[in-house]
């Protein structure tokens, strides 16, 4: 008797329930944004934390934190996964490009409802750092400023920023930092340093909440 096809089915159905289960096991087994947020030290280097978690709606979202020092210029942390089950450290996966690029198309699309104006963005480019852990990391990195367009301000608000994006803890981990045009605040080694300790910080802090 010619059990082939028969044997063919039961191959596929167990292959497609594996790979179910697999899914399924990513998806309990994720940290949680908020909770590796709330957990981020209060400060960083001469930045202070401002204010509580954001979390979104919209699920895959996640939850971002700021971070603050006087004279303007801030960082703010970002951790989602758009619903994505598995996400790899670093910048290899597609969706961290897809993430890279859907910001930088998300720029351009307040542009073109009027919130900014004259954007001017750079190509992005890959960074590696080395952590105060003595981890590196390598992200995308993305320079642009941008006329940041209020009703009550008579004049725009001139920002410069730099985006950075990669994969960290099975999330898409984003920071964006950003200064007013004639603020004062940090040099940029003083902020390179914060952005290092905060990225550790992000791969240490637990990631579950407590029971």
């Avoid at 998806?27 to 949680?32: N, S, Y």
């Avoid at 992200?139 to 009550?152: A, I």
């Avoid at 803890?169 to 964006?176: A, D, E, L, P, Y």
Wanted: aromatic share 8%; glycine share 8%; hydrophobic share 40%.
């Amino acid at each position: 008797m010619n059990t082939g096809p028969v044997h063919r089915t039961w191959f596929s159905r167990c292959w497609v329930l594996l790979i179910c289960l697999i899914a399924a096991m990513s998806a309990v087994a994720k940290d949680v944004p908020e909770v590796m947020l709330a957990g981020l030290p209060e400060k960083v280097g001469v930045f202070e934390m401002d204010g509580g978690v954001q979390t979104y709606d919209e699920p895959g979202l996640g939850a971002s934190r700021v971070y603050r020092v006087p004279g303007g210029t801030w960082i703010t942390v970002y951790l989602y996964d758009l619903d994505t089950p598995v996400i790899r450290t670093g910048i290899e996966d597609k969706t961290i490009k897809d993430a890279c690029q859907q910001s930088m198309g998300d720029i351009k699309e307040m542009e073109r409802q009027g919130h900014y104006a004259d954007v001017k963005m750079a190509e992005e480019s890959k960074v590696t750092l080395g952590l105060p852990s003595e981890k590196k990391l390598t992200l995308f990195s993305v320079t642009y400023s941008l006329s940041l367009v209020r009703k009550e301000v008579e004049e725009p608000v001139k920002l410069f920023s730099q985006l950075f994006v990669t994969g960290l803890r099975n999330h898409i981990f984003k920071i964006r930092v950003s200064r007013p045009e004639g603020g004062t605040g940090p040099s940029a080694e003083e902020t390179e340093a914060a952005l290092k300790i905060l990225m550790d910080a992000v791969i240490k802090v637990p990631g579950k909440a407590a029971d």
